[in-house]
């Protein structure tokens, strides 16, 4: 059974989720990163053996726009899918029930659904080292409960009920967008890796703040450390979400 592991993971802990799941379903693996702007997504078609594993972080409660727009020009091919929704320990809301839809209009056929918590791609306190060893024993659990239901569903007909809106909630608008500070030595790696090309290639210090999708993708990547957010702005998210983020969330399997 060929495997497409196909995930946004710009800081990656949507990544290593993925991963621990993929890799107990099969060692036949392709990876697609939908952070890649520089993938022709249209020309990806699978077929109808094929299992794929499609993972995304929710953004404000929703599946990344830009991811979104990506899955839809592939070809899922009535392949199997497994959707899974990462969230840095606040909640998912319409996250799982919109990536599940858009799967579906994909041309995949939805056989699972999971959402997993994962450390928080601004505030690091909130979910700190998740997916932890904890985390890995569930996922695992749960991959081999999707392979029991391949095995024994021989109809290929699947039905779920995953939690969340329709019509989904309203998209965030604005974010925190990263600046470079003096540290910042112009290597240009931050625009390289940007999954929105939202960094100018001619003047790394200037973000386009409406292309920007505020995923801390530069932060992560500058190997100077030259890349924040303001302090402040970032004291007021930490304030806002401590109720609600500090006790530990559970991963949730749907099949």
């Not at 993972?55 to 009535?78: D, E, F, H, M, T």
């Not at 390289?192 to 993708?217: F, G, L, V, W, Y």
Request: overall charge neutral.
């Amino acid at each position: 059974m060929k495997i497409h592991r196909i995930v946004f993971s710009p800081t990656g802990g949507t990544q290593r989720t993925a991963d621990i799941i993929t890799e107990e379903l099969g060692d036949d693996i392709n990876n697609i990163d939908l952070t890649d702007f520089g993938i022709d997504f249209s020309e990806l078609n699978f077929e109808q053996d094929d299992m794929a594993v499609i993972a995304v972080p929710s953004y404000g409660g929703r599946v990344p726009a830009l991811a979104a727009l990506r899955l839809k020009q592939i070809n899922g091919g009535q392949a199997r899918c497994v959707v899974v929704c990462v969230y840095g320990n606040r909640a998912y809301e319409d996250t799982l029930i919109e990536l599940s839809d858009l799967a579906e209009e994909s041309n995949f056929r939805v056989i699972s659904a999971v959402a997993a918590a994962a450390e928080h791609s601004i505030i690091h306190k909130f979910a700190a080292g998740r997916p932890d060893r904890q985390d890995r024993d569930e996922l695992c659990g749960f991959a081999k409960k999707i392979l029991e239901k391949i095995k024994n569903n021989t109809s290929q007909k699947f039905a779920l009920k995953i939690p969340g809106n329709r019509p989904y909630k309203e998209s965030g608008r604005g974010g925190l967008v990263p600046e470079a500070d003096d540290k910042c030595d112009g290597c240009g790696l931050c625009a390289e890796k940007c999954p929105a090309q939202a960094i100018s290639k001619e003047n790394i210090k200037i973000t386009d703040s409406e292309k920007c999708i505020h995923c801390m993708r530069c932060v992560v990547k500058c190997p100077r450390s030259a890349r924040k957010v303001n302090e402040a702005a970032v004291s007021a998210v930490e304030n806002a979400l401590s109720k609600v983020c500090s006790e530990r969330k559970n991963n949730e399997l749907y099949i």
